[in-house]
RNA sequence: GCCUCCGUAGCUCAGCUGGAUAGAGCGACAGACUUCUAAUCUGUUGGCCGCAGGUUCGAAUCCUGCCGGGGGCGCCA
């Protein structure tokens, strides 16, 4: 029995109930109730607060409608009692039968339990990181890396089609300083003033050198061309694969500079033009951004002629929308959360409906501490903290977890000290261990050979009710993490999970004893250690971190 | 000045979109190892949910205004 079955029950109670005329909804049956898991063990297994919704609708006073619905849920198959409590809440306590029957229901489902059709048919475009390729990966980009990559796994298991995807922003100002920085090393000379610095510069521009040993005898204005061309390809090998060894594989690398080559811009400034949203002043061309909710209107071809920056989003937005995605999300940092009118804007701008279209998630800052003391430079990039300064730290699976278990929009600090601990404190470590002991387990039963015959209605523990009704969360957890975008409601859910798996381990020998010979308690402990391992199994593969079989 | 995120236990944070006595972990203190992995478990300690109003049967959660902190407000990218 899980949540969503509970639900289906009580939904039927409540038809049952406006059939026999008992009570009277104006508005119909709603199709789903509440159900909830008390915090207070006296409440019952799950307790919902249907009645007090419904009851003003009813006309009746709301422990009245609850006691009509009481005694219909007492009757219904898997509930063992309703009652009712406090205003009109339901406490509900289910039938150990039916409660334990999940643990083979998981079994079987294997590594598909948690997963649903809620999002079947859609095209979701996932951007993020797309940091530009003038240097390493920032951290601010990390965070995007962990949550951007859960949230299309996320996406995936709950039934959409995903397609990852990077905008290389290779064309403008930034990667003419970085290629002026490049020649400027490379001639020995200092860099220039709004260049960048950092060891990786010069490490890039005797790669050049390397490949191009008569560069510098170029006129100036070529051989930057050569260190631009060669030094921005060797960024994005180097980008690819620090992504690719953090577990993130984009299904697309999307190069600016193919939108301004191939005439997508003036493609899109011509469809917008048509929608009458456009206008010339001071010799630039505008956008009626201002129209559409932002603080005011934004010039989208320059006086020069060039393109302003949001030129080069409008052409990808529309390529993206014509590539047949529905929903496009892109993963911006805090320091771009002014940029968020001006999109939304846009996307309106082209008679789309923003917050569907396009959906626009801002990720807040990430500072790293060692000692205590924030981290300010990288020795590698010069300036910022970078990806493999994270990683080189703590590793992969705690930088991914340590990013994923915090909400988007808090300022997190991640104490390298702690996340590099092998011990309870860490987080990852606590819900891998969990794993690792499942594994255990199960690796002892095949020497034991227990028998598989499950009998449900053994599960009858405390502990064992506790951790069964853990599992059913999942699926929910699954869809909310989904839905609301969210992935760290994933990782907090393991470390709940994981408590109640440790509290049942210790309250509930799973194998027999020295000489005990295997009983029908040890199989049906087995099982549910089974699911226990799946579920953990498919949740940590969500988050895109390791699952332990020994540690 | 305007926009935006945050403010919950000593610390780090949850709080399932309005429900019952606000929860974890860490820390501190006291316990449990002839263990199926003690990287674990049990107990104790600890809260004007930033402040003040409002909405209603009911608010940490929704609205308004303050206070404090982070991040933004270019014909830069």
């Given at each position: 029995m899980t949540p969503e079955q509970l639900s289906d029950t009580i939904v039927d109670a409540l038809t049952a109930l406006t059939d026999e005329g008992a009570v009277t909804l104006p508005d119909g049956v709603p199709t789903q109730v509440v159900v909830e898991r008390p915090k207070v063990r006296e409440h019952g297994d799950y307790a919902t607060n249907v009645a007090l919704q419904l009851a003003k609708k009813a006309g009746m006073p709301p422990r009245d409608f609850a006691g009509l619905l009481a005694e219909r849920l007492n009757t219904a198959e898997g509930i063992a009692s309703a009652e009712i409590a406090g205003p009109g809440f339901l406490n509900i306590r289910v039938d150990a039968g039916a409660q334990g029957a999940l643990a083979a229901q998981i079994v079987a489902a294997?590594?598909?339990?948690?997963?649903?059709?809620?999002?079947?048919?859609e095209k979701i475009n996932l951007e993020f990181v797309s940091a530009n390729p003038t240097g390493p990966i920032h951290i601010g980009g990390v965070r995007w890396a962990a949550v951007g990559d859960a949230l299309g796994r996320i996406f995936t298991f709950t039934g959409a089609e995903v397609t990852r995807e990077y905008y290389f922003n290779d064309h403008g100002a930034q990667i003419d300083r970085f290629a002026r920085s490049l020649l400027a090393v490379a001639k020995g000379e200092p860099a220039p003033d709004d260049g960048y610095g950092g060891q990786y510069i010069a490490d890039i521009a005797q790669h050049v050198l390397a490949e191009k040993p008569n560069v510098l005898e170029l006129p100036d204005d070529d051989a930057q061309e050569v260190f631009r061309s060669v030094g921005v390809n060797l960024m994005f090998d180097e980008i690819k694969k620090s992504l690719h060894d953090f577990r993130v594989d984009f299904d697309v690398y999307f190069h600016e500079n193919n939108l301004h080559e191939s005439g997508a811009v003036s493609r899109a400034v011509e469809r917008l033009t048509e929608m009458g949203n456009t206008y010339e002043q001071d010799g630039a061309l505008w956008l009626r951004t201002e129209k559409y909710g932002d603080d005011k209107d934004r010039v989208i071809i320059k006086s020069d002629g060039k393109g302003a920056y949001i030129s080069g989003d409008l052409a990808y937005y529309l390529d993206k929308r014509e590539r047949g995605f529905d929903r496009c999300l892109i993963m911006l940092g805090a320091d771009h959360h002014g940029y968020v009118g001006r999109l939304h804007a846009m996307c309106a701008a082209f008679g789309d409906t923003p917050g569907v279209n396009l959906e626009v998630l801002i990720g807040q800052m990430v500072n790293l501490l060692r000692e205590g003391q924030p981290l300010r430079m990288s020795k590698r990039a010069g300036t910022g903290i970078t990806m493999e300064d994270l990683v080189d730290a703590i590793g992969v699976d705690a930088s991914r977890y340590a990013l994923a278990?915090?909400?988007?929009?808090t300022t997190i600090d991640i104490d390298l000290d702690l996340w590099a601990k092998q011990s309870s404190d860490n987080p990852v470590f606590y819900v891998q261990y969990a794993h690792a002991r499942l594994a255990s387990i199960l690796r002892n039963a095949k020497d034991l050979g227990v028998a598989a015959d499950f009998d449900p209605?053994?599960?009858?523990h405390e502990k064992e009710g506790d951790l069964l009704r853990a599992l059913a969360d999942f699926p929910r957890v699954v869809a909310s993490a989904a839905q609301l975008r969210e992935p760290h409601r994933v990782a907090r859910y393991l470390e709940d999970t994981a408590s109640s798996f440790h509290k049942f381990y210790d309250a509930c020998r799973v194998l027999p004893q020295g000489d005990e010979e295997p009983a029908p308690i040890h199989a049906a402990r087995l099982l549910l250690v089974e699911a226990t391992k799946t579920v953990f199994g498919t949740g940590l593969t969500l988050l895109g971190v390791s699952a332990p079989e020994r540690m």
């Open positions: 294997g590594a598909s339990y948690g997963s649903s059709d809620a999002f079947e048919g278990r915090y909400t988007s929009d209605s053994l599960l009858s």
